[in-house]
């Protein structure tokens, strides 16, 4: 009796522990914003070496990609945003410009 307590207890927590495991992967999967942040950098350098013409949009991999010229306190910045419309999620980036 005491085995068969044991086996399923060992089976419950392996479960548990598996289930876990499962979710952390899958949020870190849905959460990876490596490869936006990635793109907007390459047009980031791409603007300070004079290569891209602002305003600019695309779609990269899901995304809405967005670079645009703002004006705040007197001073010209570059804001480079990325949108996901499915999860909602939005990655930005400024650079002062010249």
Known sequence: METLISMVLVIV???VSSMILNNMFSNT???NTRLISSHLN???YQFI???LILPYHDE???WSVSVTKEKQE???YVQFSALHPVTNKTVESNTYSK
Do not use: Q, S, V
Request: hydrophobic share 30%.
């Open 13 to 15: 927590i392996f479960m």
């Open 29 to 31: 999967i849905k959460n």
């Open 42 to 44: 390459e047009l980031e």
């Open 49 to 51: 070496n004079d290569k």
């Open 60 to 62: 990269y991999n899901g």
């Open 74 to 76: 007197n001073k010209d």
